[in-house]
């Protein structure tokens, strides 16, 4: 038996991560704790002895012992046990299971590996993990039940997990985009360039007042749409680290690490363009910090429901239209921001800009050779914001939308806001009024109310209520319905 492990273990080792030796009542007389040693010495993986859950108390304590002798790293507690039709795997198994568990801990001590079965229910593994269990085995419980049980205790493991404690910082970077866009709006509607812009400008030629009778305007135009933009994006991430990821959700922290990112890459931009914005540099080495500590504790637990979605109702079925249109929303977003930022390497002015200005790019350049680029970096920044949003809102409707997910609805509502807002009442304000360049921001006003409107039932169902019906007696057998037994 012994040269037969080892020449299995000189086989396997390569293409396993650990070994179970399996140990029954009539084997246990022959093991020696000396050549045991020699066996797991010879293995590059841990090697654990696997017992049957109904080993009597005088074997197992002969077992536990030469674990001790042999430094073994622990035991492995089968699903299957002895019965007059030979080995046989069930839920009879979990008591004797359980009740070795605790014997073996006992001995062992708290340092040992112990690996425990014959679990069929969540709330078994759940018991199993409370008695001293350091890893849970399923496989009986998947031959009875199906691989969905996998997922159930996924998801009860995930719920009682402690908040992570990058939620907190994503909360503190979407405050802060908050913040920094309402300071930005301030500045757009009290002054639109700062000192150094118009020192910036004076360099290169005339200054502001001197240049163009509508460049403040257009400037306001461009400086407000950002604002609302870094708004929206800030409320996007403060719900997503307040509801989601506070709970564990790894999705939250995944939709947030890419839409961070691709942000704080974009902000880079504008250095590109031989114009370096103080305040603009400010803010962005203020928040990126908070941007890393978040980065550094991904939740383990993946996406899960609010509530059971069981039925496909009216409800799921307008649902699944606002939840395309919210990608619709999301991709346009992405879209137009890619567009700007093309824009605004390349040509940066559209035609309808030029319009508006009543101007040319050569004639712009030749009166001030630091105009366009100050009007670039704008651009740019703007750009690189419409992206991080798009990409921020569409993870979220593909990875979080839910039944019964009403965070996500009152979160999008209050980032799109104040996007929309600013966009168009700014155009409004200083008179940019071009349809063609206003289009695409109706348009996208049309599928967020839309989305909004056929979502809003779904993500405010009371998923809750299918529990409570389900749950209810059967007042003709006085029993919970058959449903959940």
């Known amino acids: 038996m012994i040269a037969e492990w080892h020449e299995q273990i000189q086989v396997l080792q390569p293409v396993v991560d650990l070994f179970t030796l399996d140990i029954t009542a009539a084997v246990v007389p022959q093991l020696h704790a000396e050549t045991l040693r020699r ?16 080993l009597s108390a005088e074997h197992l304590a002969s077992v536990c012992a030469i674990i001790r002798a042999a430094a073994l790293p622990g035991v492995l507690i089968k699903d299957t046990q002895a019965s007059s039709q030979g080995q046989t795997t069930g839920p009879a198994s979990f008591a004797p299971t359980l009740q070795t568990l605790g014997h073996v801990r006992q001995q062992l001590g708290p340092e040992a590996l112990i690996v425990a079965g014959s679990a069929h229910t969540p709330e078994e593994i759940h018991s199993l993990l409370a008695s001293g269990a350091n890893l849970v085995h399923l496989r009986a419980g998947l031959i009875y039940h199906g691989p969905g049980l996998a997922h159930r205790v996924h998801e009860t493991l995930a719920l009682s997990a402690p908040p992570p404690p990058s939620w907190l910082w994503m909360l503190l970077l979407g405050l802060g985009l908050t913040l920094g866009g309402v300071l930005a709006s301030w500045i757009g509607l009290q002054w639109v360039v700062l000192p150094y812009d118009e020192a910036f400008l004076r360099q290169g030629g005339p200054g502001l007042e001197d240049l ?5 305007a257009f400037l306001t135009h461009d400086r407000l749409t950002l604002a609302g933009t870094m708004v ?8 997503l680290a307040c509801s989601p990821l506070r709970r564990g959700r790894a999705w939250a922290w995944d939709a947030l690490r890419w839409s961070g990112g691709v942000g704080f890459l974009s902000f880079g931009l504008f250095l590109g363009y031989g114009y370096f914005d103080p305040l603009h540099a400010t803010v962005s080495l203020l928040l990126l910090p908070l941007f890393l500590l978040g980065l550094r504790d991904r939740p383990q637990t993946e996406g899960l429901a609010d509530g059971p979605d069981l039925r496909n109702d009216r409800r799921w079925q307008l649902g699944m239209a606002g939840q395309l249109l919210w990608v619709a929303t999301g991709t346009g977003l992405i879209l137009a921001g890619l567009t700007i930022c093309f824009v605004g390497v390349t040509q940066v002015f559209v035609p309808q800009d030029l319009m508006f200005l009543h101007t040319t790019p050569e004639a712009l350049r030749t009166v001030n ?5 100050l009007i670039a970096h704008d651009r740019a920044g703007f750009g690189g914001a419409l992206v991080s949003s798009g990409i921020g809102v569409l993870l979220s409707v593909l990875w979080g939308y839910r039944r019964g997910a009403r965070w996500l609805w009152w979160t999008l509502l209050a980032s799109g806001v104040p996007g ?30 839309g989305a909004l409107g056929l979502s809003a039932g779904f993500l405010h169902d009371q998923a809750q209520r299918a529990v409570d019906n389900l749950l209810k007696p059967d007042k003709s057998r006085g029993e919970p319905n058959s449903v959940l037994k």
Do not use: Q
Not at 232 to 239: D, E, I, P, R
């Open 39 to 54: 066996l797991a010495a010879a293995s590059a993986r841990p090697v654990l002895l696997a017992v049957p859950p109904d």
């Open 212 to 216: 163009n009778p509508h460049l403040r």
């Open 232 to 239: 929206s994006l800030g409320v996007l991430y403060a719900g």
């Open 369 to 373: 050779t630091n105009l366009v680029t």
């Open 420 to 449: 929309f807002t600013a966009a168009l009442w700014v155009h409004h304000h200083v008179g940019y009024l071009a349809f063609w360049h206003l289009a695409p921001a109706w348009l996208g006003l049309a599928l967020f109310v």
